[in-house]
């Protein structure tokens, strides 16, 4: 029998800390985790919200696409494509879908909301990735 459940995005971000000075080292030192909740769990990883500004760290989905929602704020998605950079602007209220097992990685956001469904495993780089 699956659980149902109904969760308000208003309440969960209410719930946050706002993360003014996000850094890629974050990921690695759990400092940017107070601005970062799970919704839920879904499939084979997670509908997650975060409230930042900032930079974050390399990252890809090895088994599944990864959907952006963009919900106040904007960001620049940075893919790595075939060894080269491909910068995406991203304003609130528009989505992306990241390809499984592309790197990206989020810079220049502005007091960026974001709710992403998030497939696991997720692995993370501080250093641009050398496999794409």
């Given at each position: 029998m699956s659980k149902l459940a109904k969760k308000s995005i208003e309440t969960?971000?209410?719930?946050l800390e706002y993360l003014?000075?996000?850094?890629?080292?974050?990921?690695?030192?759990?400092?940017?985790?107070k601005a970062?909740?799970?919704l839920s769990q879904y499939r084979d990883g997670a509908i997650y919200v975060g409230h930042?500004?900032?930079n974050s760290e390399w990252e890809r989905h090895s088994v599944g696409d990864e959907i952006v929602m963009a919900l106040e704020g904007t960001t620049t998605l940075v893919l790595l494509i075939e060894g080269q950079e491909e910068k995406h602007l991203l304003n609130e209220q528009e989505l992306f879908v990241v390809p499984k097992n592309v790197w990206h990685r989020f810079e220049s956001s502005t007091?960026?909301?974001v709710m992403t469904v998030t497939p696991q495993p997720t692995d993370h780089s501080l250093e641009r990735p050398t496999d794409s």
């Open positions: 969960a971000f209410s719930g003014p000075n996000r850094t890629p080292e974050m990921a690695f030192s759990g400092g940017a985790s970062f909740l799970e930042y500004s900032g007091h960026f909301k």
